[in-house]
């Protein structure tokens, strides 16, 4: 969090090198430590590594440190949000441990938690997803949240086998208007953000609009569980309101007065991932 805030104070006085620093703020993901209770549960996983090759930023290889619990044969795809890592889905993990034949994967994405890389983004998400599906194990259940929504959504898009469940937990829609809301808050006004987003256009070979799942998503056949809340201000309704529409197949529900991070927390909602996972694996 100590190199976010600098990056916003220095938005805040910087007459130049504005471009450099609106991607630097957009692009790094702020770290926060594991706690004690986080700890103990990353000590009682099988832990692993997998290399994902980042094609924008290093143009390299870079790892992601992966986590396993359970040894079932129904294997579980947990895919954190931007600024989180695999232990923020604790108490999810801490009740999934407790169903029969289940391997609950988890892994921190590049830049996030302890996979050490200086930027993220949402292909290095997606290419994540796909390596642990292609070199680890093939997931049943793969649940996501916020931008992991959208990861996984896109990754399942190119994988060969499908899996029986896809959960999304206040997933992003489209990630050009998340990016503007950062901007936004921060002050950076729409000339300063125009500029951005024509660079992006230079840097990746879609534009920053190109990513919306209203467009994108082909997953008709997957069975499909979306969890929300209809005052989230990261994943605001209105987008969400526009996916369902298009794609009546998706089971929804919403949970109030809960926001954006604690409905990972929501006792009702994980009691509903259980049930489902539950009446597919018995």
């Not at 793969?142 to 896809?166: D, F, W």
Request: aromatic residues 12%; glycine residues 4%; hydrophobic residues 40%.
């Amino acid at each position: 969090m100590k190199k976010l805030k600098q990056l916003i104070n220095e938005l805040k006085i910087s007459t130049d090198h504005k471009d450099e620093l609106i991607r630097e703020f957009i692009f790094y993901s702020p770290k926060m430590p594991l706690r004690l209770h986080q700890e103990q549960l990353i000590a009682e996983s099988k832990q692993f590594s997998l290399n994902v090759f980042d094609q924008y930023f290093t143009k390299a290889e870079v790892i992601i440190n992966c986590f396993s619990w359970g040894k079932g044969k129904n294997k579980v795809l947990l895919t954190h949000g931007w600024a989180s890592k695999a232990l923020d889905f604790f108490e999810l993990i801490t009740e999934l441990r407790r169903i029969d034949d289940l391997e609950i994967i988890a892994f921190d994405a590049p830049g996030n938690g302890s996979s050490i890389s200086e930027f993220s983004n949402l292909i290095l998400y997606a290419e994540s997803v796909k390596a642990i599906s292609l070199h680890y194990a093939e997931p049943d259940f793969v649940i996501g949240h916020s931008l992991g929504g959208m990861a996984n959504a896109l990754a399942l898009q190119e994988l060969p086998n499908q899996p029986k469940l896809l959960i999304s937990i206040a997933p992003l829609i489209r990630l050009k208007e998340n990016f503007e809301q950062s901007m936004d808050s921060v002050g950076i006004n729409q000339e300063v953000q125009t500029t951005f987003f024509n660079n992006f256009a230079t840097e990746f070979p879609v534009s920053a609009g190109y990513f919306n799942l209203v467009d994108l998503y082909k997953l008709e056949g997957i069975p499909h569980f979306l969890a929300y809340d209809p005052d989230d201000h990261i994943s605001p309704y209105p987008f969400l309101e526009e996916f369902l529409k298009k794609n009546p197949q998706i089971e929804s529900k919403f949970y109030e007065d809960i926001g954006h991070y604690k409905i990972l927390k929501s006792p009702e909602l994980i009691e509903d991932i259980l049930s489902k996972i539950k009446a597919i694996t018995k």
